[in-house]
């Protein structure tokens, strides 16, 4: 970490959530609740072909008749799926604008105090951002430079328009509607999403990255990503989020698929920051999310880091299915639960293939009232000859009154498979907190600097630009954590 | 006055660690505080640092017109208190860099004084470091953390350096370290001497005041001091220990 990064951990740790406010922007809403009406409205505004609308409704009718997943550790009132919108995008916005002149000005506003400037001359460096808000996606910056490469990076609206066969043959592939009540869910009414498609041989020059913002109210999301690294080809590919303070809680279900053919690498990068809530645990975000990456072929590689300090709910288990031989999964992660915030999160590696491998190395902080749960399981199959995992997860606890789990699983049906699992569980040190005042800084600065640290075989996964935000914002999750 | 120990008693968990003790300190002095293990010489210099584990139960510090006890332990020590530890906790995941460097900056906020950029302060913590024998290596480590006990002695008196405290309190510093690396240590310490700081040494062995010089030395026993002198007292102490004093 730089001193800069500290000095902003500073000005950090005095504001809240800062990411609260909301757009006020007049929306295309149809009526609340789930039917297969809402599905042929979300379809025919973005005019999709038959066979996607034929899909939806399929995923519908498998979700009509599933129940929610139960086996988390997480306790919140039954979702009530009529009381949600379904569709929600600024006004007349069927077709996304061709270029920012077309954009309302109050949505690059927006953006702009999110930190994810769109404009031409503004744009971040190396890294190319489409933006989903609520329901549609915005913008994509520095298409055409990706599009020289024979990058395909849009909206999965626009794929399914543009590209309907590399859709068609990779949407479910790896999870598949029927999955679990989520996943139908999603699969029926995703609205928007990002696509990713790198062709043979082709290493992406620059990070790919999708922002979400919910803004309206009552609304849920339910976005799709689908992410296609072709033979030989590398992308980096990263996610951020955020929604304004509102005291109902809102449903965010995403689906995001990954498929790294032979020799291909894919590194999926996610810093989540939905509204979690006050500090009574009033409002927030359920974010319920289903990522899973197919290693296809031999010596692919999906790697997946996360840092998760927002929601109040987070149900979350980014899993690598490892097919081809030689093929490796990895799993980094930071979750910080503060006040009521509930996360259930950890991966599932599935060794198919020979010598395949995974690590998992996972990050729990709970602090105020919170429960932090880590949920693994990493499976041999019988001909997994010669996989080896490798698992360690470490739990920091703030104060006295929150709790951190650990919940591994782990079934082998081949001999040869190599486990090595370590796990701690620890108090911030006292004595640690005492040498940084002593050296002159703050509690606050203190605990973010020893938090910071004990995080930092995760963050430091993260590409560059993004890992100081990270390390600010986990400066933030432990505000108010010290008397 | 610089430093004003006032009939301090001291306990914790039920015992009485520190006994009405007292102790004087102006500016520009060197004071060493010898006495045997157990003597309640370490829970004096973290009692003036403001560890929160103690319970006071008479007595009133002064420093730098300060009422110390009421200040908290990062106040007082951007006030221009430093302790060196005898044990210094291993900080994993965090660089000197950053670490110092804010540390120097909350001081300067609290004196109202202009922060060091990052430029500056790398240039100065180099410098530092090449006073001490400290290798760039160790600088890219996490504070302490794997460190052998000669190597965070020497990482405590970098900070020091870095920091430049008004009153500097080492926690028997010297131990554990060998003639060379006290050596380097003493240098540092000797460097830093000016006019208007002050040290308080605490030791156990009279050899590391051979190399710094004292202009006072106290004898501690059972949480009280019970001799002060000259350099005088160290030797009588190097030659009959502890024992009459008892
Ligand atoms: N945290 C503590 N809890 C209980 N007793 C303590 C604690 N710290 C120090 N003591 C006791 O106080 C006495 C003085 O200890 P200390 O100040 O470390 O002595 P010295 O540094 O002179 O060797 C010892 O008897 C020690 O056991
Ligand atoms: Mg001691």
Redesign the pocket.
């Known amino acids: 970490m730089n001193s800069e990064t500290l000095n902003a951990l500073d000005t950090y740790s005095k504001n809240k959530y800062k990411y609260g406010f909301v757009t006020d922007i007049e929306t295309d809403k149809p009526k609340k609740g789930l039917n297969e009406d809402i599905i042929k409205y979300i379809s025919s505004k973005k005019n999709e072909p038959k066979w996607m609308l034929d899909w939806r409704l399929n995923s519908f009718a498998k979700w009509n008749k599933m129940k929610e997943p139960e086996w988390a550790n997480l306790d919140f009132p039954k979702i009530d799926y009529q009381n949600i919108y379904y569709y929600s995008a600024p006004k007349n916005f069927e077709k996304k604008p061709k270029d920012l002149s077309e954009v309302d000005p109050k949505l690059i506003e927006t953006y702009n105090k999110l930190g994810i400037p769109l404009e031409e001359q503004k744009v971040l460096a190396g890294v190319a951002v489409d933006v989903v808000f609520d329901s549609v996606s915005v913008a994509t910056t520095y298409k055409g430079e990706l599009e020289k490469l024979g990058i395909i990076f849009c909206s999965i609206g626009e794929a399914i328009q543009k590209h309907p066969d590399l859709v068609k043959k990779y949407l479910g592939s790896v999870i598949p509607p029927g999955d679990h009540s989520f996943s139908a869910l999603n699969s029926a009414v995703f609205t928007d999403g990002s696509f990713v498609y790198i062709p043979e041989g082709v290493k992406c020059p620059m990070e790919l990255s999708t922002y979400f913002r919910i803004n309206a109210e009552n609304t849920g999301q339910f976005e799709r990503t689908l992410i296609i690294a072709d033979k030989g080809s590398y992308v980096s590919y990263l996610e951020g989020c955020t929604a304004p303070k509102r005291d109902d809680n809102q449903l965010h279900a995403a689906n995001v698929e990954l498929i790294a053919l032979e020799d291909a690498e894919i590194k999926y990068s996610t810093v989540q920051n939905w509204y979690p809530g006050d500090e009574n645990g009033k409002g927030g975000i359920y974010n319920f999310v289903t990522k899973r990456g197919l290693c296809a072929g031999k010596n692919s590689k999906i790697s997946w880091t996360q840092v998760e300090t927002g929601s109040a709910i987070t149900w979350k288990y980014p899993s690598c299915i490892l097919k081809g031989d030689n093929s490796i999964g990895e799993f980094y992660s930071v979750a910080i639960t503060n006040n009521f915030q509930q996360a259930d999160t950890g991966t599932k590696m599935t060794h198919i293939g020979k010598n395949t491998k995974s690590k998992i190395i996972s990050k729990g902080i709970s602090l105020g009232k919170s429960q932090n749960t880590y949920r693994g399981e990493v499976s041999f199959l019988r001909k997994a000859d010669k996989a080896r995992n490798y698992t360690q997860c470490d739990s920091l606890l703030v104060g006295n009154q929150c709790g951190a789990h650990t919940v591994p699983y782990i079934d082998s049906k081949n001999n040869t498979a190599v486990i090595e699992h370590e796990a701690s569980t620890s108090k911030i040190n006292e004595d640690q907190l005492y040498y940084c005042r002593q050296r002159g800084l703050s509690h606050e600065e203190a605990v973010s600097l020893i938090v910071n640290g004990f995080c930092k075989q995760v963050l430091q996964e993260l590409p560059m630009e993004f890992a100081v935000e990270a390390q600010k914002l986990v400066s933030i999750s432990l505000e108010g954590s010290v008397g | 006055m610089f430093l004003d120990i006032n009939n301090l008693s001291v306990r914790?968990?039920n015992?009485n660690?520190l006994n009405s003790l007292n102790l004087k300190i102006n500016k520009g002095e060197v004071h060493a505080i010898m006495?045997?293990?157990?003597?309640?010489?370490?829970?004096?210099a973290n009692v003036l640092a403001g560890k929160e584990?103690y319970e006071i139960l008479n007595g009133k510090v002064n420093f730098k017109d300060n009422d110390l006890l009421e200040l908290n332990i990062e106040e007082r020590a951007q006030e221009g208190m430093f302790l060196a530890f005898?044990y210094p906790v291993e900080i994993p995941g965090v660089n000197i860099t950053p670490f110092l460097h804010s540390a120097i900056n909350s001081k300067k906020k609290r004196m109202n004084e202009e922060e060091i950029d990052n430029l500056s302060f790398a240039k100065l913590l180099k410098s530092k470091a090449n006073e001490l024998g400290i290798s760039i290596d160790m600088l890219k480590r996490s504070v302490n953390t794997g460190f052998s006990g000669g190597e965070k002695k020497r990482y405590e008196i970098l900070q020091m350096s870095i920091l430049n405290p008004d009153l500097a309190i080492l926690?028997e510093t010297d131990s554990g370290l060998d003639i060379d690396a006290l050596k380097i240590v003493t240098d540092g310490v000797n460097r830093l001497k000016t006019e208007d700081n002050s040290f308080l040494i605490?030791t156990h062995y009279q050899k590391l005041l051979d190399y710094i010089k004292p202009d006072y030395v106290h004898v501690?026993v059972n949480g009280s001091i019970v001799k002060s002198g000259g350099a005088e007292v160290a030797a009588e102490i190097e030659k009959d220990g502890f024992q009459k004093f008892q």
């Open positions: 914790i968990e015992k660690i006495g045997p293990n157990g003597s309640g010489k370490s829970t004096l584990d005898q926690d605490i501690m």
